[in-house]
């Protein structure tokens, strides 16, 4: 049975043809900007004939000066870049253009970026302090507007179930860290899917443009999703909420509130889950999320010896600033006495991890044998992190990552941690 949904993400593709003899190029060096298909020859019958046109194979740091608008085809040619739309399409295959609004003007009888409204269809908070006299706004219709869902009674039992599944209780026989992230058909196959569709596709989002351009600078549109796919512990699940969706879920009256910290995704939740798992298995007292010295720390636990452990789990993204401060607060509660550990969600992200620990001027961190050339294997990794420890100045003992743990824990014959007992605590 299919792990993630019974349907495609991808919005169809267009059919393969022979865009190319149909859409004639235009005179633009280096450039690959043509008509599209149905304007015909390069001519104009009229000098007010307006073309639609496309760049079928723009440059990542577009637009160009140079470039656009374009001169003889865009009539609000010259103009500044700042003022130009962007506008895409993905027939007869994905192309942009950066145009006027008075090319959309010319081209549709009307600037369909400018409308005019009547104030009452506006909510209170968006209305202006001095109304017009004839009670109308204009206002810019830009894709940048948050799309709403309406809450089906299917969606709505599924977030529900999504809520539950994240604060780690049963739903429908299974539970996230003990079966292992179940499917999407262990927790939603009973409910229409074609009402779920929207909670993992925008029906509004150009896929195709996506793919084609998503690693252009000039690309910034994302999809309005409420889940999305995700790979934690080798698995590929569907169901890891957004920022969109965790709002959507905290900020709904009807729907369980998220545990834990909202601004992080599933793949950290479910380290958190397992590192808890762990301390408690050790026969420690476990706390999550837990404030300690003016710092919240993902888990804190203590011994029989009153030890106190700080963990923290680190997943991979690029705000560098974010993980400095997660190596200063660990290394604060270092001194305070405490042992700190990391669980890393793969040994790619611990490593790049460190050597920017490593390298960076404003952190007192010191690898003895200089940052990871390669991905070693975790022991290898962890024996080279723990000489650090206790040769240099490296505030962190000990760390892991998702999948080495939960080998050593759930995922381990030999180590038997009972069911009710993961079932009925918290983290």
């Known amino acids: 049975m299919s792990r993630g949904p019974p349907y495609d993400t991808d919005e169809p593709s267009t059919p393969s043809l022979d865009w190319e003899s149909m859409a004639p190029e235009l005179d633009f060096p280096d450039r690959d900007i043509r008509l599209l298909p149905g304007w015909g020859g390069m001519v104009r ?9 496309g760049d ?41 253009a950066w145009v006027t609004r008075d090319y959309l003007k010319a081209l549709k009888g009307y600037d369909p970026t400018r409308q005019t409204i009547d ?3 506006l909510p209170p908070w968006h209305r202006p302090d001095t109304p017009t006299r004839d ?7 830009t894709n940048d507007a948050i799309r709403s869902m309406d809450i089906t009674p299917d969606r709505k039992t ?11 209780e049963l739903v429908r026989g299974h539970h996230l860290l003990r079966d292992k992230l179940p499917s999407w058909i262990d927790i939603f196959g009973d409910l229409d899917q074609t009402e779920l569709k929207r909670l993992v596709v925008d029906p509004e989002h150009d896929y195709e443009i996506a793919r084609a351009f998503g690693d252009h600078s000039w690309y910034r549109r994302s999809a309005s999703v409420y889940t999305a796919p995700k790979s934690i512990l080798r698995k590929k699940v569907w169901y890891s909420p957004t920022l969109k969706g965790k709002t959507l879920i905290n900020q709904h009256s009807d729907l369980p509130s998220l545990r834990g910290d909202p601004n992080e995704g599933l793949p950290h939740r479910v380290a958190v889950g397992l590192a808890t798992v762990r301390e408690r298995h050790r026969g420690r007292v476990v706390e999550t999320y837990r404030d300690i010295r003016g710092y919240t720390v993902d888990i804190a636990s203590k011994d029989d010896d009153d030890v106190i452990y700080v963990g923290e789990a680190m997943t991979d993204h690029n705000n560098w600033q974010l993980h400095r401060d997660t190596y ?30 490593h390298t960076h001027e404003s952190l007192n961190a010191e690898l003895p044998k200089g940052p990871f050339g390669s991905d070693p294997n975790i022991t290898t990794g962890q024996a080279r992190i723990e000489d650090a420890y206790e040769r240099t100045n490296w505030s962190i ?14 995922g381990d014959a030999d180590t038997t941690i009972d069911t009710d007992y993961i079932l009925s605590k918290n983290w």
Not at 65 to 83: F, I, K, N, R, T
């Open 158 to 168: 599924a977030l529900t179930r999504l809520a539950n599944l994240w604060n780690g």
């Open 135 to 141: 009670g109308t706004v204009d206002v810019v219709a």
């Open 119 to 121: 104030i009452e269809e």
């Open 56 to 96: 079928f194979n723009p440059q990542p740091d577009d637009p160009n000066p140079d470039v656009w608008p374009l001169e003889d085809y865009d009539p609000g040619y010259p103009a500044d870049l700042d003022d130009l739309v962007l506008i895409t399409s993905s027939a007869p295959a994905p192309n942009v």
């Open 45 to 53: 019958e009229s000098p007010d004939e307006v073309y639609e046109f």
């Open 397 to 410: 003992p000990t760390w892991t990552t998702t999948s080495a743990l939960w080998n050593d824990t759930l």
């Open 328 to 357: 200063r607060k660990l290394d604060r509660l270092h001194d305070e006495g405490m042992q700190p550990y990391v669980v890393f969600d793969s040994r790619t992200t611990a490593y790049r991890v460190f050597n920017h620990w």
